[in-house]
């Protein structure tokens, strides 16, 4: 016990480092930062160069670690997120997950995308207790961390700038009234959480022993939650979320396996929110909508589109395409089809609902292996299998979801994240081999496998998808389930039960990922879990956020722009992501309500 | 806002929405034809050039243009010089099928290597099978991809079953008579490779004390192993890819486990790691092999790319892999039919990881693949004889 005790102590130190810099800038900024756990990875790999490749020795390149992180989140901050976070958290929460792709992909150019062994500067089992060995660099790390709690802490009670910061964080209006300098405040910050995350990043790999340029992403996840355990804004809550976690994470693993890791730290996550909705120390959000997207709705309006463009789209994508194109183009066409089902869907809970769910993944994957396992174990054809395999999605996503919806705030993204997490994991460990030999569909014994036929297939469903949701804006029900979204207080004042509201906004969603789950399955006649990542998830909200948040038609256009995109990049390989996390700042920059939507 | 603004945004988003399009259209347009003379012979690449495994894309793609020049040098395929198309898929469904669409329409390509996981080649083998091209998926080791595949899915992959098997066996050899086991919980290669080691460890009377499934996605490990090591076994084994057998077995030593660690990987990180020294594996390839073609093989890598250290196995089955598609060419024809034939028919290709090449094909696998012990000794994998 007492070894499992340490070696949860030994991660929890890591993860509180890494939590740090995520609540700093999430409380003077309210922008959750994905860059930082790109922050992760290049400390790691700045420091394996600095010691490894050009022999400094280890106290001058973590100094020299530190300072260059700095100056790149001083830039980062200077060029994209600030600006955009101003008006629109929800964008730069999107242009950071940009930069950290563009961060990841220059730095794997740099360094190679090779996993590295990074140098042993100090011993690393040098000591023990019990049977558990552990080293001189362990308790460093422990000591620095404690170094650096200790002093940032100071920093924010007695300095000047500090309190700024925590004036910034406590209420931004008010603090720009006093006369404090909030853009400058919110630069400091950011500059001292890259930092932070950099030497974060240096310590996981001194942890772990090996680091590549796209290590940060895991630890970088697992911080995050150890920041919201904490109370987002919290650094006291940080530092114990993350020792918590650790602990906790390493006695779970003890008792039921690494294998259920995820299902563990998330678990964790979801029964701390119920229970305590801001999080161990932090505040429980005073404005009940959702910040992310409440604030978001009244900043734009869907432009006016002609009525000709309707059938002009009918035509162009149910005809014309089809009839014209190779099937390279209905190839990719289909790809875009069924992200464009999924995150037409999508729009009801995004939009309307005003919650960014962020863990589409789970019912993408639900309808996957419902439609994979009816198809193939019972009678059921592929024509029924498919809107059976939402309505399976629908089901089992929203009684799994349903603790998360008395959460608020940002936390509801961040615990429905893991409710899609954790449903990918039970899969994982409930049909551990993957499916094979899913039958493609067929029409009265004749097989309809053909790229046109997946293309035509898909897009009837598109076209169903799209028409369902506008009856569902118009509706009654419809016009509800955006009261809930615009002012939830309001909705709750009017007798409307906000609760059952999302909830049924986010089954109508999982019914829609559902259902591009399974075509996606049959299409590709193999499924296992591996293929339904975060990722997945991230790339279906930023479909919406790019086509306009609560426009399904949007998603339709923002489909073509994303997963087009990256095949348009081909023809420059090794630059394809940095490009394509170009074009995603640049649209973002300059439509940040949306591709569809005007500014006003 | 202004009536002509708004009209301009329209027209943006719409023309941006038709160049999409549009331009997915023209790159796929390709030019048919280019059935002889001097043309290239093309063969398409499906592999991650980005993302979490480009490391190996990276690998592959220094072995193939090696073997490209070398073969071209040589006088290609009956005078006509072999090309490459690469194409990225980051290993990523969504992105190998599209590529597999790509090299279907391409009428040049007359065959497609890849993808590296068996998560992206598997669903991209019905395209690859409609379109009639063989899909060669030489480090596909799940062995499903050739078992449920069609008469287009090759692989000179040795199958993970084929590969734990020998793994159980040799251990028993050993004189050791219980295990410890970590293995990676991964549908499409950790998990039937355990499931097979188990099956013969049972068989063998080989006693597996406790079995730990691990993500590689993880960093820690210290809790499973604290837990797989707790029945005292004398030797612990580890299902598993380099980097994650790197920071396995540095934390394995740092519990105070003293067992021999069979597994790992010859890759540059677990090859790096200083507690790693002593592992024992079954290797395909052996870079310090005396035999000839290997040491020239190593000897042209290192020439090329001054830069390397090492060449291990991911270089020698991509190295192998285009070798192996040449002679098919050169034996069936340089069309896909022919390549197709060719495959059939060739009987011992020179192959530097396994002496020669011939396949069975009712498997579609190599016939008789060879494995050899080796022990990781100052950094390198050196052919392991029990003194």
Redesign the interface.
């Known amino acids: 016990m007492v070894?499992?005790l340490i070696?949860?102590l030994?991660?929890g130190n890591v993860y509180a480092l890494g939590a740090v810099g995520i609540s700093l800038v999430f409380g003077v900024m309210n922008v959750i930062n994905f860059a930082q756990f790109s922050f992760f990875g290049l400390g790691a790999m700045l420091a394996w160069f600095f010691v490894a490749q050009l022999g400094l020795s280890f106290g001058i390149a973590l100094p020299l670690v530190i300072v260059i992180c700095a100056g790149l989140g001083l830039l980062i901050n200077l060029i994209v997120v600030r600006p955009l976070a101003q008006f629109l958290p929800l964008a730069a929460m999107l242009s950071t997950y940009a930069v950290s792709q563009i961060l990841d992909?220059a730095s794997?150019i740099a360094f190679?995308?090779?996993?590295?062994?990074f140098p042993?500067v100090l011993p690393?089992?040098n000591l023990?207790l019990g049977?558990?060995?552990?080293?001189t660099s362990d308790l460093v790390m422990l000591a620095v961390t404690a170094v650096v709690m200790v002093a940032i802490s100071a920093f924010l009670k007695y300095g000047k700038v500090g309190q700024a910061i925590r004036a910034t964080a406590q209420d931004q209006e008010a603090a720009l009234q006093m006369g404090i300098p909030v853009g400058l405040v919110q630069h400091v910050a950011f500059v001292i959480a890259s930092a932070l995350g950099g030497l974060a990043g240096v310590f996981?790999a001194l942890?772990?022993?090996?680091a590549?340029p796209?290590s940060g992403?895991?630890?970088g996840m697992t911080a995050f939650v150890a920041a919201t355990l904490g109370g987002l804004g919290s650094l006291l809550g940080a530092v114990v979320g993350g020792f918590a976690l650790g602990i906790l994470?390493?006695?779970?693993?003890?008792f039921f396996?690494?294998?259920a890791?995820?299902i563990i730290t998330f678990a964790i996550l979801i029964v701390v929110l119920i229970v305590r909705p801001g999080g161990l120390l932090g505040k429980v959000p005073l404005i009940s909508t959702e910040p992310l997207t409440g604030t978001f709705l009244g900043k734009g309006r869907p432009?006016?589109?002609p009525r000709w463009?309707w059938p002009a789209a009918l035509v162009v994508g149910g005809l014309v395409?089809p009839l014209?194109?190779?099937?390279?183009?209905?190839?990719?066409?289909t790809?875009v089809l069924i992200y464009a089902i999924i995150a037409a869907g999508f729009t009801v809970t995004a939009g309307q609902a005003g919650v960014m769910a962020l863990g589409q993944a789970g019912p993408i994957a639900i309808g996957a292996y419902a439609s994979a396992l009816l198809t193939l174990h019972t009678p059921v054809s592929f024509w029924v299998a498919v809107p059976l395999a939402g309505l399976v999605a629908a089901i089992i996503s929203s009684i799994l979801a349903s603790p998360v919806w008395g959460v608020k705030g940002h936390y509801i993204s961040i615990a429905t994240l893991g409710v899609g997490t954790v449903i990918v994991a039970v899969i994982?460990l409930a049909?551990?081999?993957?499916i094979?030999?899913i039958p493609?569909p067929s029409w009265g014994g004749t097989p309809l496998?053909?790229?046109r036929a997946y293309y035509l297939i898909d897009f009837a469903v598109l076209v169903l998808t799209l028409l369902v949701m506008w009856r569902i804006r118009r509706s009654h029900l419809g016009k509800v389930i955006s009261s809930v979204g615009a002012d939830d207080v309001a909705a709750l004042a009017s007798g409307v039960r906000v609760r059952d509201y999302k909830a049924l906004a986010f089954a109508v969603s999982a019914f829609f990922a559902g259902v591009g789950g399974s075509l996606l399955a049959h299409?590709?006649?193999?499924i296992?879990?591996?293929?339904f990542t975060m990722l997945m998830s991230l790339l279906v909200v930023t479909i919406v956020i790019m086509g306009g948040v609560s426009l399904p038609y949007g998603a339709v256009?923002g489909a073509?722009?994303l997963?087009?995109?990256?095949?348009?990049l081909?023809f420059t390989?090794?630059l394809?992501?940095i490009v394509y996390g170009l074009v995603l700042i640049l649209v973002v920059r300059f439509r940040p309500g949306g591709?569809?939507v005007?500014n006003s | 806002m202004t009536f002509p603004t708004t009209i301009g945004r329209r027209v943006a988003a719409l023309v941006l929405t038709a160049a999409t399009l549009a331009t997915a259209a023209c790159s796929s347009s390709a030019s048919a034809g280019g059935g002889s003379g001097t043309a290239p012979v093309y063969f398409g690449v499906s592999s991650a050039t980005t993302g979490q495994y480009a490391q190996y894309g990276q690998q592959f793609k220094q072995a193939f243009d090696l073997a490209v020049e070398q073969v071209n040098a040589e006088g290609g395929i009956n005078g006509r010089p072999v090309a490459l198309k690469y194409e990225d898929s980051q290993s990523d469904p969504k992105q190998s099928v599209t590529v597999a669409q790509k090299f279907v329409s391409d009428k040049d390509v007359i065959l497609a290597f890849g993808d590296y996981s068996s998560a992206a080649s598997i669903p991209a083998s019905p395209i690859y099978t409609s379109g009639k091209l063989v899909q060669y998926g030489f480090n596909n080791s799940n062995p499903a991809f050739t078992e449920k595949g069609s008469e287009y899915q090759w692989s000179t992959a040795i199958t993970t079953t084929a590969n734990y098997r020998w793994t159980a066996d040799y251990i028993k050899s050993q004189g050791v008579t219980s295990v410890g086991v970590s293995y990676l919980n991964t549908a499409d290669w950790g998990i039937p490779a355990f499931q097979a080691f188990k099956a013969e460890a049972e068989k063998v009377g080989l006693t597996i004390t406790d079995a730990e499934g691990v993500l590689d996605t993880s960093d820690d490990y210290r809790p499973s192993l604290t837990k797989a090591v707790a029945g005292k076994p004398e030797a612990f084994v580890h299902i598993g890819y380099g980097p994650d057998a790197a920071k396995l077995v540095t934390q394995l030593r740092a519990i105070g486990y003293q067992g021999t660690f069979y597994g790992g990987q010859d890759e540059k990180s677990f090859d790096g790691t200083p507690d790693a020294a002593g592992s024992i594996i079954a290797a395909q390839f052996v870079e310090t092999s005396t035999d000839p073609a290997v040491k020239a093989f190593v000897d042209a890598f290192k020439q090329k790319y001054p830069a390397e250290q090492h060449v291990t196995l991911f270089e020698a089955t991509a190295y192998d892999a285009l070798h192996v598609a040449v002679a098919a060419a050169k034996q069936g024809g340089t069309t896909r039919e022919g390549i197709l034939k060719g495959f059939r028919e060739v009987k011992d290709v020179p192959s530097v990881v396994y002496g020669a090449v011939s396949f069975d094909p009712a498997t579609r696998r190599v016939q008789d693949p060879k494995l050899t012990p080796t022990i990781l000794k100052d950094g390198k994998w050196v052919e392991y004889k029990k003194a």
């Not at chain 1, 049977?131 to 080293?135: K, Q, S």
């Not at chain 1, 296992?528 to 293929?531: E, F, G, N, S």
Request: no cysteine; charged share 15%; proline share 4%.
């Open positions: 070894d499992t070696a949860g030994l991660r992909n794997q190679t995308a090779q996993f590295r062994v042993q690393t089992s023990h049977t558990m060995r552990f080293g996981i942890y772990v022993g090996v590549n796209t992403l895991n630890t994470e390493a006695f779970g693993i003890h396996g690494d294998s890791r995820e432009l006016q589109l463009v395409i014209v194109a190779g099937d390279y183009v209905l190839t990719t066409g790809q994982r049909v551990p081999q993957g094979y030999g493609m496998a053909t790229p299409q590709y006649t193999y296992d879990p591996t293929i256009v073509i722009v997963i087009g995109a990256m095949e348009l081909r390989p090794e394809r992501i591709i569809l005007r």
